[in-house]
């Protein structure tokens, strides 16, 4: 009897002792696991720093030639000075349109609010490059719609042109008003409004409480939507690309692409690398005054208990106004680029409204597309809408759990690395990937052109994104979960796989939708690393166009357009089911 107890006792240490190995090797298993795509971050924000400084990729020399020609370029000074134009602009439109909208949604008693709520999330999955091409077909001063009928009606010689960085920034304005209304939405919908009633118990009129108080204590959330808004704009790809690059106007992004792919000569990526580092080191300084802005963020509590009192502003007569304003912004942001692009697939050529133009509506240009690259095109978008969201969630929750579960003095570093996507450009992740693909592949590891490279920067690019997802959801739940696993015997993979991700299901759910709907109408990471073989959609689409085809490009687009039309009402309705929200 005493062997056998002597035997049970020994088993439950050697148990006991198992179970604390596995849970003193979990954090280290987690962290060298989230080591490698840090590794690949780090390697992405810095690696335009290290080509910059290099005389030749692989030689060990160093120079300062590539930011002396950069300096010395008027070409390169130009984009930037576009790039600041245009970012600017995109943010007044964007904060004009978004700013009211969010606060007759969330603080007034504006009817509808759930319709709106809505359109403006549809807004979001609106590719840009579908409005900058509808948006053509109005403003061009050639063969705009409204141009050719001024022409036509009143004879004049001048036009309301759309090509031109205030242009550019109006569309791209207008596509991101809907982000701007998300995020702020949230601090407006937080806001107590005993300040402001006081402030209109004490005389102040509708002016000065929206300067004095409601503005103020939003500046928070209107600052984070401001700079990210910005950093938006000044790696912006698709809007720039389609009305500005054909009419010489370039940015930072456009100047990267034709720089790293010109028509003649050989790519000057050192100096490319030069302009990048710029821009790297700009969108960190934009970001590190957005955290001191965030360190402050006590000063903006208004919310106390008992006393926080949500009431909505009565509109009364003026919600015919404000309906008419919201109905503006959809009619000019939304409607009119679709309907161009509709009215530009059903004809031969581009032309205005016209009974003769009428008679001649067909879907030829539907049938005639070249379908053989389309379905490539889609097929290889299917893929990078499974993985790029498989990926990037994974890699997020890794990230989360190593930031909020493990005590590894590294933690507050993998944080940091996972908000870089956020802060640096895309542009300038492919950018660097392109370069490094170029130059370090071989034999089966040879990623120049390949699919796997777009899959990876886009995964890289949505990690910010899925780390919100993940930090959120994981911390609602309690570690005891987790000991209690470990201490049955668990491992972290089972642990991870019968615990973890069951309770973090709908938040994966609902992330692994957004990136999807992302990755499918993306279109900066694969132009720039584009290649025949891992053509996506909407580079499928940008080809026709650059081609001339306007109009079988408009037919192309529309059909990627109802192919995405499915997947936003899953995502709005599962969305609206869970409670979650972007």
């Given at each position: ?33 989230a080591l490698f795509p840090a590794l690949i971050i780090v390697a992405l924000v810095l690696g335009s720093i290290w080509i910059s400084f290099r005389t030749d990729i692989l030689s060990p020399g160093l120079t300062l030639q590539h930011y002396i020609d950069l300096y010395s370029d008027p070409f390169a000074y130009r984009a930037f000075l576009n790039s600041i134009g245009f970012s600017l602009c995109t943010l007044a439109i964007a904060f004009f349109f978004g700013v009211p909208i969010a606060w007759l949604t969330e603080r007034t008693d504006l009817k509808g ?96 409480r929206l300067r004095r108080v409601l503005l103020p204590l939003a500046w928070p959330g209107l600052l984070a939507s401001g700079l990210y808004v910005f950093t938006i704009g000044i790696g912006a790809f698709d809007v720039p690309l389609v009305i500005g690059m054909s009419n010489r106007i370039y940015t930072f992004s456009t100047y990267l692409y034709v720089m790293s792919n010109p028509l003649n000569g050989v790519p000057r990526y050192g100096v490319v690398a030069a302009f990048a580092s710029f821009m790297v080191v700009f969108a960190l300084l934009l970001s ?295």
């Open positions: 009897m005493g062997d056998a107890t002597a035997g049970n006792l020994a088993a439950i240490s050697s148990r006991n002792n198992r179970h604390i190995a596995l849970r003193n090797i979990a954090p280290q298993v987690m962290v060298t696991s609010r759930s319709a709106i709520y809505t359109f403006m999330t549809l807004g979001i999955f609106i590719p840009s490059f579908f409005s900058a091409m509808g948006w053509l077909f109005l403003l061009h001063p050639r063969i705009g719609m409204i141009n050719t009928w001024f022409r036509q009606l009143f004879g004049v010689t001048t036009s309301l042109s759309i090509v031109s960085v205030p242009g550019m920034g109006l569309v791209q304005g207008l596509g991101l008003a809907s982000i701007v209304f998300v995020l702020t939405s949230a601090s407006l919908r937080a806001m107590d409004s005993y300040l402001e009633e006081a402030a209109q118990m004490s005389g102040a009129r509708f002016g000065a590190w005054w957005y955290s001191r802005v965030l360190a402050q963020s006590r000063r903006y509590q208004v919310i106390s208990g008992k006393a926080y009192r949500p009431r909505l502003v009565a509109l009364g007569k003026w919600q015919i106004l404000a309906w008419a304003f919201v109905a503006g912004f959809f009619l000019i942001a939304k409607i009119m680029p679709l309907v161009m692009m509709l009215w530009a697939s059903l004809l031969p050529y581009f032309q205005p409204f016209s009974m003769k133009a009428l008679s001649s509506l067909s879907f030829n240009n539907y049938t005639t597309l070249n379908w053989s690259l389309l379905a490539r095109g889609l097929g290889n978008t299917a893929i990078l809408m499974i993985t790029v969201p498989a990926i990037a969630l994974a890699i997020s929750l890794i990230f989360s759990w190593v930031v909020l579960r493990s005590r590894s003095r590294f933690r507050l570093a993998f944080d940091f690395i996972a908000f870089l996507p956020h802060a640096v450009p895309s542009t300038i992740f492919a950018f660097v990937a392109l370069v490094f693909a170029l130059t370090f592949s071989f034999g089966a590891f040879d990623l120049s052109g390949s699919l796997v490279l777009i899959i990876t920067v886009m995964a890289v690019a949505m990690l910010s994104f899925g780390t919100r997802i993940t930090n959120s959801a994981l911390i609602q739940v309690h570690t005891e979960l987790e000991e209690a696993a470990a201490i049955a015997g668990a491992s972290l993979f089972d642990t991870l796989r019968q615990i973890l991700f069951p309770l973090l299901k709908p938040a994966f759910l609902f992330g692994w939708l957004w990136i999807a709907l992302l990755a499918f109408r993306e279109l900066t990471i694969p132009m720039i690393l584009f290649s025949a073989s891992n053509v996506t959609y909407s580079v499928a689409v940008w080809g026709l166009w650059y081609s001339g085809l306007f109009d079988a490009a408009a037919a192309a687009n529309l059909i990627m357009m109802v192919l995405l039309l499915p997947l936003v009402i899953v995502y709005l309705r599962y969305a609206r089911k869970t409670g979650l929200n972007a």
